[in-house]
């Protein structure tokens, strides 16, 4: 089955770049979406079809997926962006959806 | 609005079995594939089925197949998880999310807030 890998941290100060990246053999040919979870509350998608905002989500949040990483940058971060993030793909082979493990967003 | 409302989850001893539904509104239901995703405390999302929208095609994780039904009904809007042979990996919060799919990809575009299965003796 697919795996995408993510790294279990990441930290950034307030008002800097935040780099979570994603996986996964050759994951570029694939489309990658991103979520956005908080304590206590259900996943938001954040960043669908690698690049692509939903209404709603601020211009702070965008996406790249090349080769085998899936890269999701959120600019000037807030505290408010503090959660953890998981990517997730379709893994056409077994019609399976996939999450990779998560990362768990710090604003220092 | 879209609204996806869960219920249905508790406690339940190992071996047992338990039926999730999920309640939608705010979109023509019988239009979207549907999905069940869920997360053990303190760890990362796990999609558990899917289902299309006439319920003609269902895919399931591997450590849910035989036991695990998903279903729908689109004349009352609903989503169900028929869940037999309940073990204690199985605890965890259960979410219905609405599925967006294309030709090349799908996505969870919406979830509803959860409900918690805890299987223990």
Not at chain 1, 40 to 65: C, H, K, M, T, W
Not at chain 2, 72 to 95: C, F, G, H, I, P
Request: proline share 4%; aromatic share 12%; hydrophobic share 30%.
């Amino acid at each position: 089955s697919y795996v995408l890998t993510q790294p279990p941290s990441v930290s950034v100060a307030p008002g800097k770049t935040a780099r979570i990246t994603c996986g996964g053999n050759n994951i570029g040919s694939k489309s990658v979406h991103w979520y956005q979870q908080k304590p206590g509350q259900a996943p938001v998608l954040v960043i669908y079809y690698d690049s692509d905002r939903p209404s709603g989500i601020p211009e702070r949040f965008s996406g790249s997926n090349s080769g085998n990483t899936a890269t999701l940058t959120i600019s000037r971060v807030e505290a408010g962006d503090e959660a953890d993030y998981y990517c997730q793909v379709w893994d056409s082979s077994s019609d399976h959806m996939v999450f990779g493990g998560g990362t768990k967003l710090t604003v220092l | 609005e879209v609204q996806l409302v869960e219920s249905g989850g508790g406690l339940v001893q190992p071996g047992g079995s338990l039926r999730l539904s999920c309640a939608a509104s705010g979109f023509t239901f019988s239009s979207y594939w549907m999905s069940w995703v869920r997360q053990a405390p303190g760890k990362g999302l796990e999609w558990v089925a899917n289902i299309k929208q006439d319920g003609s095609e269902k895919y399931y994780v591997d450590s849910v197949k035989g036991r695990f039904t998903i279903s729908r009904d689109n004349a009352k809007n609903s989503l169900y998880l028929q869940m037999n042979s309940l073990r204690a990996e199985d605890t965890a919060v259960y979410y219905c999310a609405r599925a967006e799919y294309s030709s090349s990809s799908g996505n969870f575009d919406y979830w509803g807030q959860g409900t918690l299965v805890t299987v223990s003796s």
